[in-house]
């Protein structure tokens, strides 16, 4: 059974510019969560979405934004992007709540 | 604040040593501990997982617990391989959610 796939894998964006980024899950998984990951604050969970709802949203400001599919691909938004936004971002996945999640080999955004 | 604290924060051990890395956590309501590892520049690889019913579980070389009522999680790696060097990260979980809170991590080096 295939990963979790992310991309892209890299991106390099300008500050105001904005970006998307994508996520397919495990075939069959329904539950995508994502997480931003900087040297500065580490892993910090910014949404979950489950059967294209979401559950639960971390600490980011509204410039962050996501959406779930039907087919229960992901797509995460950032809009006018700043410097602190340069991250390397993860999607995961599982099948229901409260289950072992999978990661995919993230997005390493640089804003510049 | 939920707060995930991860003792040491980095390690370097020789090859055949066993380890016993540390994760203690602050709300004792958490639904389950995983235990993931991260290879310089990668996404995560999720390693174990135990439920708040659960006091351990063990894969191959690795053995985790789980003790809620003192907030503590340890993860044992027996006979320690230069393969194992990476970081290793522990995340709590919401009951009823796929939110992980993670720790900073613990920085392994295992040197022939």
């Known amino acids: 059974k295939a990963g979790v796939t992310q991309t892209p894998r890299y991106l390099i964006k300008t500050r105001g510019q904005q970006v998307t980024l994508s996520c397919s899950p495990i075939?069959?998984?329904?539950?995508v969560s994502w997480y931003q990951q900087t040297p500065g604050q580490g892993l910090q969970f910014l949404f979950e979405?489950?059967?294209?709802?979401?559950?639960n949203k971390g600490n980011f400001p509204g410039r962050f934004s996501g959406r779930q599919f039907s087919n229960s691909r992901s797509e995460m938004n950032v809009s006018t992007l700043e410097l602190g936004d340069s991250a390397l971002y993860l999607c995961?996945?599982?099948?229901?709540?409260?289950?072992?999640?999978?990661f995919g080999p993230g997005t390493r955004l640089l804003v510049l | 604040k939920q707060e995930v604290t991860q003792i040491p924060a980095a390690l370097s051990v020789p090859e055949g040593e066993n380890l016993v890395l540390n994760c203690s956590f602050t709300?004792?309501?958490?639904?389950?501990l995983q235990w993931f590892r991260q290879d310089p520049g990668k996404g995560l690889t999720s390693l174990l997982l135990?439920?708040?019913?659960?006091r351990e579980q063990t894969s191959g070389r690795l053995n985790a617990s789980l003790d809620k009522s003192s907030g503590r999680s340890t993860l044992y790696i027996a006979a320690s391989q230069p393969g194992d060097s990476a970081t290793y990260l522990c995340?709590?979980?919401?009951?009823?959610?796929?939110?992980?809170?993670f720790g900073a991590g613990t920085r392994l080096a295992v040197h022939p």
């Open positions: 995961a996945s599982s099948f229901w709540v409260e289950e072992t999640q999978y």
């Open positions: 075939s069959g998984h329904r539950s």
């Open positions: 979405y489950f059967s294209e709802t979401q559950r």
């Open positions: 709300d004792s309501a958490i639904y389950n």
């Open positions: 135990i439920q708040s019913s659960q």
């Open positions: 995340a709590w979980g919401w009951g009823g959610y796929n939110k992980l809170i």
